[in-house]
């Protein structure tokens, strides 16, 4: 496999030599210098051409042995990405044939997202994404799909036809119609889910709700918001997200009144009255907004009479969407869990849950915890929460029924992992700290992470969920650890990470660069504008540094690899970040009894490039210096390796129960066909071979990394 991987990258690179090989800055220095340069840069197939077959040098002979893992990884994603877009296109096909539409919409969207795209043009013909989409075969499923789900939406079968059109929209990215044909569709499956006449969660969800809070949300939004706010189109929107209430039949199990047609096309028809003043209004304002959302309300109850709490909130669903989409409301039910995800604190027994197969399991441990001291173990089953059957529960469920005040009881009834007989286990709440800084697998210990992945080298890896609080000083006891042990290279892994808050991003990005450097610049409404620098305080050892990212990574991930990059402390590896280069303020309203998330400013990296993803960007987020593309599969299944990385040993579990659920395999999953993805992380593997160079080499890294980055291996 070697050999003919090498052959294949050896002809791919004599046909296109003469584009690269007379501007090449790098061929320099010996074989040895080439091969490591064009490494450093990402360019691992033109790395291993350069670099002889049998070198007798032993650095040269080393870096022979890496480059050839890595190209025998890469042939294998390569089959493996070849043969799923075979796979997935005859299966969408044959959906097509039997007339499965919906199915041939999924299986047609990840057909496009295994297409190596260029294999459908020449050379001089760039959108190959085009050439794809123009198949007949991808036509014929288009207009199919479309139909069906123009049909399911008629039946009322919002859900389905939603899912349609959204499968579309990812294949056809510039065919608005889709967008909004599912935008309109999930409005209406929003509210089936919600008010589902079997789960009364939505009395709790509208408790505390009233128009003091609304009132003092608008002021904030029409003064603070980053931009001049359209409170002219949000209100309108507000408005017109009230009308499926009126148009959703399901809705009538919930609330009887729904099913009187005279009252639905009252009530639709005086909306719709309010929307077309609104429309004609000289201008409005926040106290218009208030104003607009009382007659709403007065409608209502001239009508269809629901909750009037209801009305504030779905008005207020659709008032923040013309503004964007992370502006929204924190209701007073929903303030708890808010805070707990910020703090990184909560209170509860110290358990990761999962619904597997239907059945609430436990996923791990968390160490330390009232759980792990009771002695849960990965893969028990939680059938029952004082005393209440967990059939059919869903995970909001069980969170509340679990978590509560500290120093209170909750009896878990538990399946045991290896099937054994259920026990009842009593625990008494505590509060609970979830640790953002992760290694590369846990210690011997089964609660201690290792971070040295490559002893031998002294590589460390850290993995950072998200950032909270504590974040920075618990990865300041990582390093200083690693430190300890003679780090000489370290990989920072952000992928996955969403964000949180953008102090201790800040921070963060302060411990890797030099006092007085830029590390972000927030500019706000008007010239309100904030740069923020790295001052004293400590810093972290001056070792080469990479950064993973993908397409998950957002937000305060971002600012710290867009000032890592910026600042050429090392390159990024993997895949464009997410895509939200936006600041949200928190706004605490009435006395702290809701929030309100308000979007207050934009930020830039500190060579002042602001890339926030809209609905039509073509550019948005942190482009890596190297370039390392995950196909579906793989994501998920580096997120399986996640996983079972993440695992703790019960108290006294010496190993994993043998019949324990373990993640599920890409392979078996049920939207899935074709060949696993193989067990490994293509990206961390990229980041260890472009590291090992890096020390063994001594070379600075390429100044002009981003420039010149090519992509490797998986879809484009």
Known sequence: ????????????????????????????????????????????????????????????????????????????????????????????????????????????????????????????????????????????????????????????????????????????????????????????????????????????????????????????????????????????????????????????????????????????????????????????????????????????????????????????????????????????????????????????????????????????????TPAYEAGIMRGDVIIAVDGKDTKGITLTQAVRWITGPPKTPVTLRIQPADNGKPRDVTIVRDTIVIKTVKGFRRADDGKSWEFMIDPDQKIGYVYVTNFQEDTVADLDRCITGLARDGLRGLILDLRFNPGGLLSSAEEMCQRFLDRGDLIVTTKGRGDLRYDRKAGPGPRYPDVPLIVLTNSFSASGSEIVAGAIQDHGRGPILGERTFGKFSVQHVIRLAGDVARLKLTTAQWFTPNQKSRQRDEDSTEWGVEPDIKVTLMPKEHRKVLDLRRDNDVVRGKNQTARPATAPASQPASTQPDDDGPPAPDVDPQLEAALLVMRVKLLSELPWPANLRADAQPVGGAE
């Open 1 to 368: 496999m070697r050999m003919k991987s090498f052959a294949r990258v050896a002809v791919a690179l004599l046909v296109t030599w003469p584009a690269w090989a007379a501007a090449d800055p790098v061929d320099t220095g010996g074989p040895f210098a080439l091969s490591s340069r064009l490494t450093l840069r990402g360019e691992f197939d033109r790395a291993a051409v350069s670099l002889p077959r049998r070198p007798s040098e032993a650095r040269a002979a080393a870096l022979r042995e890496w480059l050839d893992a890595f190209a025998d990884l890469n042939q294998q994603r390569e089959e493996l990405r070849a043969v799923d877009h075979q796979t997935r296109k005859a299966k969408a096909v044959e959906l097509a044939d039997e007339g499965k539409w919906g199915e041939a919409a999924a299986a047609l969207r990840q057909a496009a997202t295994t297409c190596q795209y260029r294999i459908f043009v020449d050379p001089y013909q760039a959108d190959g994404e085009t050439a794809f989409r123009n198949q007949d075969w991808v036509r014929k499923i288009a207009r199919g799909a479309a139909a069906e789900a123009e049909l399911l939406r008629r039946r009322g079968q919002w859900e389905d036809a939603a899912e349609i059109y959204q499968e579309l929209q990812a294949v056809f990215r510039d065919d608005k119609s889709y967008r909004e044909q599912a935008k309109a569709c999930w409005r209406h499956a929003r509210l089936e889910m919600i008010y589902e006449p079997e789960k009364r969660e939505w009395e709790n969800a509208l408790d505390g709700i009233d128009m003091r809070l609304v009132e003092q949300a608008l002021g904030r939004v029409e003064l603070n918001y980053v931009r001049p706010p359209d409170l002219r189109a949000a209100a309108t929107e507000g408005l017109e997200a009230l009308l499926p209430l009126a148009d959703t039949p399901q809705l009538q199990k919930t609330f009887p009144t729904l099913g009187d047609n005279v009252r639905c096309v009252r009530f639709r028809g005086r909306i719709q009255t309010l929307i077309g003043q609104v429309r004609a209004a000289d201008a409005v304002f926040s106290r218009n907004v208030h104003t607009i959302l009382k007659d709403a309300i007065a409608i209502n109850a001239d009508t269809v009479a629901l909750p009037p709490e209801l009305i504030i909130t779905e008005f207020f669903e659709g008032f923040t969407e013309p503004l964007d989409r992370f502006t929204a409301m924190i209701w007073p039910s929903e303030l708890a869990e808010f805070k707990k995800h910020t703090t990184g604190k909560f209170s509860g027994v110290g358990i990761q849950i999962a619904l597997e197969n239907g059945r609430l399991t436990v996923s791990t441990p968390l160490p330390d």
